[in-house]
């Protein structure tokens, strides 16, 4: 079984500052890894993926991400945060052979002028 | 490319009446289509993932019965909620993946619709 787990429902952000949303993840084979976004009312939006390749990987809008097998992490940097970073955020895990997404409990970004 | 729409975007219903929310793979074929349903500040939790031309399989907990879903094309999957009650009130959400390893559409991604706001009165 997989199960990702994002620490911190809420984060409050200073425009310019540094974002950083925690995740770690459980699986018992080699995962893909996601990072997905969610406007009010909208679908997901994907940020960004680890499926193996790169261990540092760089997304849409800024977003990166580092995988960390040792630590069994896959957290979620911006260097600068913008007031349209405001979103909620959610961490994936899929098997990479494997069919089914398994989400995070997500994260809720606020960005403070 | 890669585009997933939902319709409708929003319906409110009447207890007991029927609701069926499609949705579709623009710009690929969706080999792979998967239901979600999002309850209000909570995460994505996967219903249902259904094959083009087979029958779905079904979450642990989900009532296939009363969740009809129909994969009939490569481009259109729906989703029907029978009789639907207040409980099932919620956003849901589908998502697309195609059968190539790259591109569009490929086996490594899913593609995410805008998602459909059910609201039973």
């Known amino acids: 079984a997989q199960s990702v787990t994002q620490l911190g429902s809420h984060v409050s952000v200073s425009e310019g500052a540094l974002v950083l949303l925690r995740c770690n993840y459980s699986s018992s084979v080699p995962p893909y890894l996601f990072w997905y976004v969610q406007y009010p009312n909208q679908g997901l939006q994907l940020l960004l993926k680890y499926t193996s390749a790169a261990t540092l990987v760089k997304g849409i809008n800024g977003f990166e991400a580092e995988f960390k097998k040792s630590e069994t992490s896959f957290h979620l940097t911006k260097p600068s945060a913008h007031m349209s970073d405001a979103a909620e955020y959610f961490c994936?895990?899929?098997?990479?052979?494997?069919?089914?997404?398994?989400f995070g409990g997500g994260t809720r970004v606020l960005v403070k002028p | 490319g890669a585009v997933v729409s939902q319709h409708p975007s929003w319906v409110i219903c009447k207890s007991g009446t029927s609701v069926k929310i499609e949705c579709r793979s623009l710009d690929f074929q969706a080999t792979t289509m998967f239901w979600y349903r999002q309850f209000p500040k909570q995460s994505l939790m996967l219903m249902a993932t259904?094959?083009?031309?087979?029958?779905?399989?079904?979450e642990q907990g989900v009532e296939k019965d009363k969740f009809l879903i129909n994969h009939a094309s490569l481009t259109l999957s729906t989703l029907t909620v029978t009789s639907a009650h207040p409980e099932d009130s919620s956003f849901y959400i589908c998502?697309?993946?195609?059968?190539?390893?790259?591109?569009?559409?490929?086996?490594?991604?899913?593609?995410f619709g805008p998602g459909t706001r059910l609201t039973v009165l």
């Open positions: 259904s094959n083009e031309g087979s029958k779905a399989t079904y």
């Open positions: 994936a895990v899929r098997k990479a052979a494997g069919n089914k997404l398994t």
């Open positions: 998502s697309a993946r195609g059968p190539g390893s790259s591109g569009p559409g490929s086996y490594n991604e899913q593609f």
